[in-house]
């Protein structure tokens, strides 16, 4: 690739000092040249028509319509567009979700310059970047997926029977096992869900369609 092509940058942030404080990180990078900002995102596939750019920054939580929202837009109408989430949450969901949408970069709001470049030349090179601290609540939910797909039939059958407000006794009697084991199963469960509590635990339940 050529080393004095500039990049063309452009950053979507309801916020003015966010986007400033992008712009005076940028000023002196050789390879970035800023094409374009909004505090709107309704605005950006509109201005992205009259300002062509090679990467893409967004928040992701603005008024109106999502960075969730404005990545799936963007990529839809500008495939080769890069994307890279710029926020101040880094929750496993929310991560799951911009990837989902098509992003090739996620950093937090308190990133510092070199690692602005370091995920901006990544991610221009074709390759994809995301910070330490996102790449930690990647691997947490990965890890807590994977305790999910260890709850056993046993497991899952007894998680039923507590919907349907059994107690350990009655559960004993009807899966034909003692109390004393109902209560190791339970142990396991609440651990396996990271749950504290039966209200918690149905929850969880209900989301990952047990019950």
Request: hydrophobic share 40%; net charge neutral; glycine share 6%.
């Amino acid at each position: 690739m050529n080393n004095h092509h500039q990049h063309r940058i452009f950053i979507v942030d309801d916020h003015q000092l966010v986007i400033e404080g992008i712009r005076s990180l940028l000023a002196d990078a050789p390879n970035y040249l800023l094409s374009g900002f909004s505090h709107l995102p309704l605005q950006v596939l509109e201005l992205l028509d009259e300002n062509p750019t090679d990467i893409l920054l967004t928040d992701i939580s603005m008024p109106l319509m999502s960075g969730i929202e404005l990545t799936r837009l963007v990529k839809k109408k500008f495939p080769s567009i890069k994307i890279i989430a710029i926020s101040m949450h880094s929750e496993g969901v929310v991560i799951k979700e911009m990837v989902d949408a098509g992003i090739s970069g996620y950093i937090l709001k308190n990133t510092g310059r070199a690692e602005l470049i370091e995920a901006l030349d990544r991610v221009r090179s074709g390759g994809t970047y995301f910070g330490e601290e996102i790449t930690r609540e990647i691997l947490n939910s990965f890890t807590a997926r994977d305790q999910e797909q260890k709850l056993t039939n046993r497991e899952i059958e007894i998680i039923k029977l507590i919907n349907e407000e059994y107690g350990n006794k009655q559960i004993s009697s009807k899966l034909f096992i003692s109390e004393r084991t109902v209560e190791t199963h339970r142990k396991n469960i609440f651990r396996k869900t990271n749950t504290q509590s039966v209200v918690g635990l149905l929850k969880y339940a209900a989301q990952h369609k047990f019950i």
